[in-house]
């Protein structure tokens, strides 16, 4: 049963964003590619977990460098 648009649930987030530009290529069903933020950081990946990883890591750099939890 479809309750509506995720977003019409969600609180509004006082945090600032974070852009991540990816750059993916196709290895049969999985993607590789590479990750980078604004800052200059790449993070290289391959496969579902990898790419999960890589925005995960380019995240948690950013709130150490804002200070974050």
Not at 4 to 19: I, K, N, Q
Not at 64 to 69: A, H, N
Request: charged residues 35%; proline residues 6%; aromatic residues 4%.
């Amino acid at each position: 049963m479809c309750r509506g648009r995720a977003s019409a649930r969600l609180p509004p987030v006082d945090e600032p964003m974070t852009t991540i530009r990816m750059e993916l290529r196709r290895d049969g069903d999985f993607p590789m590619g590479r990750a980078c933020d604004d800052d200059g950081r790449v993070r290289d990946f391959a496969g579902w977990l990898g790419l999960i990883a890589a925005i995960d890591e380019l995240l948690g750099a950013e709130r150490e460098q804002t200070g974050g939890d």
